[in-house]
Structure formats: structure tokens, C-alpha cells
């Protein structure tokens, strides 16, 4: 009865201010409200916590380009200052990584920033992809015992 209700009132008044409305394109679409971390978490991370109450609204498509699965991504953040923060962030996570095989994936991430936003281009290779969900990058040869 509550699901209803709510596409019921929907229906009738149009969507909530500030409804996620995410573009009907890609594989995968999204747009989300950010939410503040629980108190608990706040205070045990409260670095990463401050980056994610400075985060308003996210926005993103996964789709297909070329050999390639394209994360396109925008941050929208409260303040310039917020931006920054969340920009430092992901170029942090991008850059620290050690491992050569994450190196090469996630060093293909465009990070930038204008305002209030931050925006993500991030090509990851099918190769990548298949590797990823445990799956082979290419077919067994006729030789090996799949």
C-alpha cells in the first residue's frame, strides 16, 4: 500500500524537489542525493566523511565506447571548496596506486574540476572489465582445458 501511495502522489504532484531524474542513456544511468555518513563512521573517518558531507548530488552513465566500458561522471559539490576537496581526492586515489595492472586502469581516469563540479572520465578496457568479474580476456587455446 505504501508503494502505491508514493506513485500515487507522484502521479499527482510530479516528483519530489530534487528527485534524482538520471539520463536514459548508457547501460547504467544514475543520479543521487548525497547523504552525510553515520555519526559512528563520521568520527572513526573524519577526513573522508568531510569529502562526502561536501558532496551534493552525483550523476553518472556507464556505457560502451570503442574496446572500452566509459564511466562518465559529475560530482556536484556544495561549495568550490568542497569541490577541491573531493577533486584532491579522487586524483589521490588515482595516482597512489601501486599495483601495475590498477595502475594501468585507473590511470586512463580524467579528473577535473569547474566550480562546484567535479567531472570523471574514466575508460576502462574490456580486457579489464572481463578480469575484473573473473572471467579469461581471451579464449582458451585450443590446447588448454577450459
Known amino acids: 500500500p505504501a508503494e502505491m501511495d508514493a506513485v500515487a502522489r ?17 547501460i547504467v544511468s544514475v543520479d543521487l542525493r548525497a547523504r552525510r555518513l553515520p555519526p559512528a563512521m563520521e568520527q572513526a573517518y573524519p577526513s573522508i566523511g568531510g569529502i562526502i558531507a561536501g558532496v551534493e548530488r552525483v550523476r553518472g552513465v556507464v556505457g560502451l565506447k570503442d574496446e572500452s566500458l566509459l564511466v562518465e561522471a559529475e560530482v556536484v559539490c556544495r561549495s568550490p571548496g568542497d569541490a577541491e576537496r573531493a577533486l584532491r581526492f579522487l586524483v589521490t586515489l588515482r595516482d597512489l596506486v601501486e599495483e601495475p595492472q590498477y595502475k594501468t586502469i585507473l590511470g586512463g581516469a580524467e ?36
Do not use: C, Y
Not at 10 to 26: N, S, T
Open 111 to 146: 579528473i577535473g574540476r569547474v566550480d562546484r563540479a567535479v567531472r570523471l572520465t574514466w575508460p576502462i578496457p574490456a580486457s579489464a572489465v572481463v578480469r575484473m568479474i573473473g572471467g579469461r580476456a581471451t579464449p582458451p587455446s585450443p590446447r588448454e582445458n577450459p
Open 10 to 26: 507522484v502521479l499527482r504532484e510530479g516528483p519530489d524537489e530534487g528527485r534524482g531524474d538520471p539520463r536514459a542513456e548508457g
